[in-house]
Nanobody, 118 residues
Framework: QVQLVESGGGLVQAGGSLRLSCAASGRTFSSYDMGWFRQAPGKEREFVAA????????FYTDSVKGRFTISRDNAKNTVYLQMNSLKPEDTAVYYCGASINGTAYGNWGQGTQVTVSS
């Protein structure tokens, strides 16, 4: 298993940018597909973006396409989420999760708060 720690959140004005990082412990990080999810107050956790284990395929929810970019560095056991053109509706706690062999994403970290002011 991997243990995940998210960082990089903060308060930013609409139109601004943030880069989130998710550091993983464990020697098998490169075997996992990785995803970013978010949970706004009063809402369920939702999928944001995912990247396969070797970084060759990425997936995004429609609301972030063209604004967010997911990437990974397997040598550093880290996955990133570059967020540009942020909107107030992007405000949420962002979590990264890991999936192996098609299992549901899990191994959640503590999350990092992103707040976008209008």
């Amino acid at each position: 298993q991997v243990q995940l720690v998210e960082s990089g959140g903060g308060l930013v004005q609409a139109g601004g940018s943030l880069r989130l990082s998710c550091a993983a412990s464990g020697r098998t990080f490169s075997s996992y597909d990785m995803g970013w999810f978010r949970q706004a107050p009063g809402k369920e956790r939702e999928f944001v973006a995912a990247i396969n284990w070797k970084g060759s395929s990425t997936f995004y929810t429609d609301s972030v396409k063209g604004r967010f970019t997911i990437s990974r560095d397997n040598a550093k056991n880290t996955v990133y989420l570059q967020m540009n053109s942020l909107k107030p509706e992007d405000t949420a706690v962002y979590y990264c999760g890991a999936s192996i062999n098609g299992t549901a994403y899990g191994n959640w970290g503590q999350g990092t708060q992103v707040t976008v002011s209008s």
